[in-house]
């Protein structure tokens, strides 16, 4: 360690790590480089087949360097690829799923098209979620507890605990950074304190703030280590005040207005975010938003898409890709608030309304509030042929292929035409795979977060009669590393 080593960066991590290889083969991963950099970096930690090193100087920046993006750059981790144009973004996210493919799915030359671009790189965030810190809690002898520091609202410093204080963030809707700064001021005000894990004291944890785009609702949740906030009341006006203060409209009114602030409790030391019991502060427990001719409910913990604009892009590929016609059974597989299944029939009603109608839609989810929302957005929408139950996929789909279950007719089948899963980062299990491959659907549309497992669960499932025939990456996240793509694979007869 130590060591001084001269390195052409030719790849990059979705942390945003530099990948080079000194003269001797070994990969070293070095934050702050990017792909085309010239560089001499300091080795940090030498493992067997690769290394870490710490960047000392850029002898060459590459073509597609660029500065000054945002003010947070080296402290706040959230956005890895900042330091390259956009347009290397894309090439290098599309490659990302090529390459998965290739190395981990054992796909020959697969057929990956040009990734679809963000038609808006900045302020695309819909959900902002920000760590509260007021610089830890000390204890003081007699047992009297002192707050340390200023209140900090905002985002981890990249792999670590503390909270940067972001007054600004390039990728974040206005309301969560206006919301953030009342916080402050509320907390500061107050007294109140952050939540310091090391001596579980302090009462604010987190605050997330949700926006719908398409009518300018907005919801706070606030994330509490108790039972309720002093001054409550203040709080919500100040929050009121700051988002009805953030942005204007042509016509001088408030863009954006605040329709629902929830209290989350989550009591004592733990990594989630959110703890199991929740209840309304002020005004509605839901906010609404419009998307594409659609109408959607979202609640404080269901799943939505946190690119909205981005969100038409990749349902309308989902749509092509699932290809329907009319008549067909559809699985709705991790379906969140249904806004995949909704918008597949929602895209065929505008072909074809009398078609659309025969579909039946089957949509699956495990977070109750989430099913909730989907049942109520199938309503919002006048759709009468999509149900959506509660349950781990692979266990409902189970159910509800067994001719001994004792679910409802309407919601049994014996098979499927088409699939769509939409699986969190860790991918399908292979119990879940299964129970797809039982209801043999022609086609299954893949909705992936993760390159990797995307490339893992497609492997398995070509060795079960499914064959990857296209995919289509689509830029969710600009500025960050995370490559999000949708792909179709078809049943061999």
């Not at 001084?4 to 990948?19: A, E, F, Y």
């Not at 409910?297 to 329907?324: C, G, H, T, W």
Request: net charge negative; aromatic share 6%; hydrophobic share 40%.
């Amino acid at each position: 360690m130590g060591q001084l080593v001269k390195l052409i960066i030719d790849d990059m991590s979705d942390r945003g790590q530099g990948i080079g290889r000194t003269e001797e083969g070994m990969a070293v991963f070095v934050m702050g480089a990017i792909p085309g950099d010239h560089v001499t970096a300091e080795l940090t930690k030498v493992k067997k087949r690769y290394a870490f090193g710490k960047l000392v100087h850029i002898d060459r920046p590459s073509e597609d360097r660029r500065e000054g993006f945002c003010i947070y750059n080296g402290e706040c981790g959230g956005c890895p690829y900042s330091a390259m144009n956009y347009e290397a973004q894309l090439s290098l996210k599309e490659r990302h799923v090529r390459d998965a493919l290739e190395r981990l799915g054992g796909v020959e030359d697969p057929a990956v098209r040009p990734a679809l671009a963000a038609a808006e790189s900045c302020a695309y965030r819909n959900k902002a979620v920000m760590p509260v810190s007021t610089g830890g809690i000390v204890p003081k002898k007699g047992g009297v507890i002192i707050p340390a520091g200023e209140p900090r609202v905002g985002f981890y410093r990249a792999r670590s605990h503390n909270v940067v204080d972001c007054s600004t963030c390039r990728l974040q809707a206005a309301p969560a950074m206006a919301a953030a700064e009342a916080l402050r001021a509320f907390m500061k005000e107050d007294h109140i304190t952050g939540y310091d894990s090391r001596w579980d004291k302090g009462l604010f944890r987190h605050m997330t703030v949700r926006t719908a785009f398409g009518t300018g609702e907005v919801m706070v949740i606030l994330v509490i280590n108790g039972k309720g906030i002093p001054n409550g009341d203040k709080l919500c006006m100040m929050l009121d005040d700051a988002i009805a203060d953030c942005e204007y409209d042509e016509n001088g009114e408030p863009r954006y207005v605040l329709s629902s602030v929830v209290i989350n409790i989550n009591k004592g030391k733990t990594d989630r975010i959110y703890g199991d019991k929740s209840y309304v502060l002020a005004g509605s427990p839901v906010i609404h938003e419009e998307i594409g001719g659609m109408k959607y409910e979202i609640s404080p913990m269901s799943f939505y898409q946190v690119n909205p604009r981005q969100m038409e892009a990749l349902y309308n590929k989902a749509a092509e890709y699932a290809d329907l016609k009319g008549g067909e059974t559809v699985l709705d597989l991790y379906c969140g608030a249904g806004t995949i299944g909704l918008w597949l029939i929602h895209e065929l009603a505008e072909r074809d309304p009398e078609a659309a109608g025969s579909v039946r839609m089957l949509g699956i989810e495990s977070v109750r509030e989430a099913v909730l929302d989907a049942n109520r957005n199938a309503v919002l929408n006048h759709i009468v042929n999509a149900r959506y139950i509660c349950g781990k996929a692979e266990d409902m789909l189970e159910q509800m292929m067994d001719p001994e279950s004792d679910l409802e007719e309407g919601l049994r089948i014996t098979s499927a035409d088409v699939a769509v899963l939409d699986p969190p980062r860790a991918g399908c299990e292979e119990k879940m795979l299964d129970a797809v491959a039982k209801a043999q659907p022609e086609r299954i549309v893949y909705v992936s977060c993760n390159p990797a497992t995307l490339a893992r669960d497609v492997k398995y499932l070509a060795g079960r009669d499914w064959k990857l025939e296209e995919v289509t990456p689509v830029d969710m996240f600009p500025w960050t590393g995370r490559a999000e793509a949708v792909c179709l694979l078809r049943r061999i007869k």
